[in-house]
T-cell receptor
């Protein structure tokens, strides 16, 4: 079956702009989580959605937001981009609690 | 709060050597999951194993083996007869339920860069 699909793979944006990233989970998976990976901070949890509801949120400013649609596809949005937002953004889908997280290939965002 | 420590930042071995990657975790929960993921240069996190906190049995899968010890809060990963294709960053992760609910999330260690030289 198809894996987790993230689009786009690469993105270059200018400071102050906003960006939307997309994640299509594995068919049948209702949980979608987002992670940010940077060289300095490593992998950090952003938020998790389940059946269109945000169930959990990491320690990120309000500029980072997300949503999930009825087909379980998820988007995350970052507004007023800062240079420090440059990172690899990874999406993971899961069918059950506590495990079986399958990750996508990520979106590499560069803010200039 | 949960925490995962991978003390080894980088490891370099020669092909066919055995290598062990260390992972130590902290959690207040009695129910949790431990994971290992592999991240090749392409960036995708590849799932290797999940271990339930109630199951301390060690596991072997081909050249991979995992040693889970609750007494020392460790979940170490060994690659036997390493190959060049094993070169990647390896992450240990912990999943628990904040507040006892079903809101599981992964807390990752900083990762260990493994380089296997021919």
């Amino acid at each position: 079956k198809a894996g987790v699909t993230q689009t786009p793979r690469y993105l270059i944006k200018t400071r102050g702009q906003q960006v939307t990233l997309s994640c299509s989970p594995i068919s049948g998976h209702r949980s979608v989580s987002w992670y940010q990976q940077t060289p300095g901070q490593g992998l950090q949890f952003l938020f998790e959605y389940f059946s269109e509801t945000q169930r959990n949120k990491g320690n990120f400013p309000g500029r980072f937001s997300g949503r999930q649609f009825s087909n379980s596809r998820s988007e995350m949005n970052v507004s007023t981009l800062e240079l420090g937002d440059s990172a690899l953004y990874l999406c993971a889908s899961s069918a059950d609690r506590g495990g079986g997280y399958t990750f996508g290939s990520g979106t590499r965002l560069t803010v200039v | 709060a949960q925490k995962v420590t991978q003390a080894q930042t980088e490891i370099s071995v020669v092909e066919k050597e055995d290598v062990t990657l260390d992972c130590v975790y902290e959690t207040r929960d009695t129910t949790y999951y431990l994971f290992w993921y592999k991240q090749p240069p392409s960036g995708e996190l590849v799932f290797l194993i999940r271990r339930n906190s109630f199951d301390e049995q060690n596991e072997i899968s081909g050249r991979y083996s995992w040693n889970f010890q609750k007494s020392t809060s460790s979940f170490n990963f060994t690659i036997t007869a390493s190959q060049v294709v094993d070169s990647a960053v390896y992450f240990c992760a912990l999943s628990e339920a904040p507040g006892g609910g079903s809101n599981y999330k992964l807390t990752f260690g900083k990762g260990t860069l493994l380089t296997v030289n021919p």
